[in-house]
């Protein structure tokens, strides 16, 4: 039959596109599985990323204590300098004015002091004196009272001797008042020797009291001159205070990597920044990063990259680092996050103080199903 051919053609492709369709199904059956199984068992890295990144050493940043005006300035960007080295001194001329005032009269008190001294050896030499004078005139009054009294004793022996000699009618009644006067001459001089050992024993303690008396104002008065020297020694060490404020130094060893353009003439404030000092030795990463970002998100120990602005990564790599310090505060609206950077790991670029970056810092390792279901969160 002449449309027999024609309709076995049909059957053909009509089985040919059944295969098709049950061959597309099957495909398109695998790559949903396959996109689904990627989309739930794959893992992406998540990173946080801030543009705000910097290169750091441990910089000290110089700022003027107290206001004045400049007298001389040693400031020169990328200069050397040492720990304490001069870099800027203010004007200090009134002061130094009143350090001399206070300096000649610290001078005079000790000289003072020194005259009150050689009086005070004077006196203490002269109590000494009198202790050993009183001493030695008493020991002279006992020795005469001790005789005065051995004296009186035997007068009145004689004289019991003469009244027993009288009562026998062997002496005479002249004779017996002679002895018996002649005792009591002796005793009255017995009393007044010991009255004399008093007398002197009185006269050596006033007169030592007296010399005591002199000795304790004397004492007083370099007490005083002492007080006074303490009082203005105060005020000197405050004065060469303020003078060394003025004295702007060096806090470390280090160069001068930013400087305040200053000229003899100049007026600065209190807290005015002046200069910073950048020491040799292990830079690190200072990133700022938006609170949602960091916090509770950068957590110490994870590995981050940093790409300097002014050396494209494609050419020059991107360095790695580790994050060591997350700030538990913001601060002016960002998260300061410090990290740790390997110096060698740039070659043919030198790191150094103030290169700006941006840092990506690896925070969590999610499923594309998680990531996609977390932008659907954020967007509704």
């Known amino acids: 039959m002449p449309g027999q051919p024609f309709s076995q053609s049909l059957s053909a492709l009509a089985a040919q596109r059944a295969r098709s369709g049950r061959l597309g199904l099957v495909v398109g059956a695998a790559l949903l599985v396959a996109w689904t199984s990627w989309m739930v068992l794959a893992r992406v890295k ?50 130094a004015l009143a350090l001399a005032e206070k300096q ?9 002091v020194a005259a009150l001294d050689g009086q005070l050896a004077a006196v203490a030499a002269l109590l000494a004196d009198q202790h050993q004078l009183a001493s030695r005139r008493n020991r002279e009054a006992e020795v005469q009272a001790r005789a005065a009294r051995i004296s009186a004793r035997y007068a009145e022996t004689e004289a019991d001797r003469s009244t027993r ?17 002649n005792g009591l001459i002796h005793r ?13 024993d009185a006269e050596g303690a006033t007169a030592a009291t007296e010399i005591e008396l002199d000795l304790a104002q004397l004492e007083r008065q370099r007490a005083e001159l002492h007080g006074q020297i303490a009082v203005t020694t105060a005020s000197i060490e405050s004065i060469a205070h303020q003078i060394e404020q003025r004295r702007v130094r060096a806090p470390a060893a280090g160069r001068l990597g930013e400087v305040a353009l200053l000229q003899p003439g100049s007026v600065l404030a209190a807290g005015d920044d002046i200069a910073t000092v950048v020491p040799g030795g292990e830079l690190r990463i200072a990133a ?66 103030g290169l700006p970056g941006s840092v990506e810092v690896e925070v969590e390792t999610l499923s594309p199903a998680e990531i996609l279901l977390r932008a659907a969160g954020a967007l509704f």
């Open 165 to 181: 000699l009288y009562d026998a009618k062997v002496e005479s009644e002249a004779e017996l008042s002679r002895t018996r006067a």
């Open 288 to 353: 700022q990063f938006a609170p949602a970002t960091a916090v509770g998100r950068i957590r110490a120990g994870q590995p981050a990259r940093l790409r300097l602005d002014g050396f494209p990564w494609t050419q020059y790599r991107s360095i790695a680092a580790t994050v060591v310090r997350v700030a538990d505060e913001a601060r002016e609206g960002h998260v300061r996050v410090e990290l740790s950077v390997e110096a060698a790991a740039l070659p043919g670029v030198r790191l150094q103080h």
């Open 188 to 200: 009255t001089a017995a009393r007044a020797a010991a009255l004399s050992v008093a007398r002197i």
């Open 104 to 112: 000649a009269l610290r001078a005079s008190l000790a000289a003072q």
């Open 46 to 95: 998540v990173h946080a990323v801030t543009t705000s990144a910097r290169v750091e050493a441990v910089a000290f940043r110089v700022e003027a204590e107290v206001a004045g005006r400049v007298v001389e300035t040693r400031l020169r960007l990328g200069a050397e300098v040492e720990a304490g080295e001069l870099l800027v001194e203010l004007d200090s001329q009134p002061l």
